[in-house]
């Protein structure tokens, strides 16, 4: 079992940064592939970043560039790292824990934190 604890979002305006982390609980941290994931209200949940159990880095295309994703497997911690804000970046930020093949897509994902909400004003 894993349990995951995001921090790190708030209100910030269009160009600002903010980090988002993301601490597991547990001994098998660097068992598991980390993702963060996004849901805009009304919209479905989607994919934003992945950090593999082999240090692997994968983004969705709307963030390469401004996001980046990192962890530190002495904390068990996994961050977010993102820069040059856009109002469509507004969403609740998930983090996740899991083994599965496709890390883009949720079902990959066995442990899912609370959400941390993001709000990004224009």
């Known amino acids: 079992q894993v349990q995951l604890v995001e921090s790190g979002g708030g209100l910030v305006q269009a160009g600002g940064s903010l980090r988002l982390s993301c601490a597991a609980s547990g001994r098998t941290f660097t068992r598991y592939h980390m993702g963060w994931f996004r849901q805009a209200p009304g919209q479905e949940r989607e994919f934003v970043a992945a950090?593999?159990?082999?240090?692997?880095?994968y983004y969705t295309d709307s963030v390469k560039g401004r996001f980046t994703i990192s962890r530190d497997n002495v904390k068990n911690t996994v961050y977010l790292q993102m820069n040059s804000l856009k109002p469509e970046d507004t969403a609740v930020y998930y983090c996740?824990?899991?083994?599965?093949?496709?890390?883009?897509?949720?079902?990959?994902?066995?442990?899912w934190g609370q959400g941390t909400q993001v709000t990004v004003s224009s």
């Open positions: 950090v593999k159990r082999s240090g692997g880095t």
């Open positions: 996740a824990a899991g083994g599965g093949l496709v890390i883009t897509t949720a079902s990959a994902y066995d442990y």
